[in-house]
Structures are given as structure tokens and as C-alpha cells.
């Protein structure tokens, strides 16, 4: 399938970009009432097709005969799916400046053009911890968003495909290291 292709594609260049490290992060795809998503210890930078584990969004029970476990994040994602139709791909990254100027005053679209167009609306998440139903239902809650921050963990990118999901990860981290320049620049 041409777009699992480009979900691997796009997971190894979100580890290049440095926006996860090792095997924190996480990215899946919708096709119909399943998703396909990476497995639970395997690297974003090292992922390939038989890394996905398949699940069923309305069960989470896994599809097939893989003997590997997907992500620990499965919850969220599914979450994110059940309630937006036309979102497609999920990317849960771990970027240092959006991770560390997670709060509501640092997402500031107005600061570049490019932000605006493609980044318009973020939901902030308190700190919880990571796998956890509450996570996952907060997240489902948040799933209007373009962007979810959670607090002192990372983000979570939606798409309507994968490189739109990879665009807006790229952006909130280049957002926040422009928010940290600036407020390094007015002291
Ligand atoms: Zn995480």
C-alpha cells in the first residue's frame, strides 16, 4: 500500500529531523475502521513494514499474527480516529523546544505565514502519564485539533494524510524555537 510506504518514509525522517530519539515516539494510519502502527519498541528512524502492527479501531484487539505488541499509545490513536473521519495518519513525537515550551502562550501561529496555513488550532494537555486510558481520553477529547501538546511528553500531529501529519510535527517544533529565540532575543 503506497501510503504505508510513505508513513515509513516519513516516521525515519521525523526521527532525521530529531523530533523522537531510540523508540519513544509513534505513527500510525487509518484505513477504513483499522489502523496501521508501529510497533512497541521498534525506532521511528528504523521502521519498516513489518514493524506495523494492524488493529482494529473499535476493539483495539490486534488483527493477523504478529507477535509483536503495538505501541503502548494505541488508545490515543484509536481515539483520534473514532472520532475524526477524514484524519488519516496520526505522528506522536517527543521535539525538545515544543516539549519544553509546551504551554498555551508558546503556540503562536501569527509569528510566520507558514504557521497560519497549516497549523490553526492546539488543544494543552496536562502531564499524564504515558499509555494511560485517562491519556487516551483526554486526546480523544482534544481530537478537534490540528496539534495536541502534552505536557512534559511531546506532541501529537494530526493529518489528513501522513505528510500533512509530518508538516504540522515539523512546524510546532520550528514554532517553539522560534518563541525560545525570541524570548532569548527581549531579555
Ligand atoms: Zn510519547
Redesign the pocket.
Known sequence: MKELKELIKYSRLAAEKGLTVGP???VSFRVKDRMFLKASGIWMSELRLKDLVEVDLNSLKTIGRSRLCPSC?FRFHAAIYVRRPEIKCVM???PVYATVLGRKTCFQPELCPEFGVYLKTAAFLPKME?GSEELARKVGEAAGHELIY?QA??IIALGQDVKQAFLRSLLAERMARMVFLGLMVDR
Open positions: 519513544a515516539g509513534n499509545e506522536h513525537t517527543h504515558a502534552l511528553h511531546g
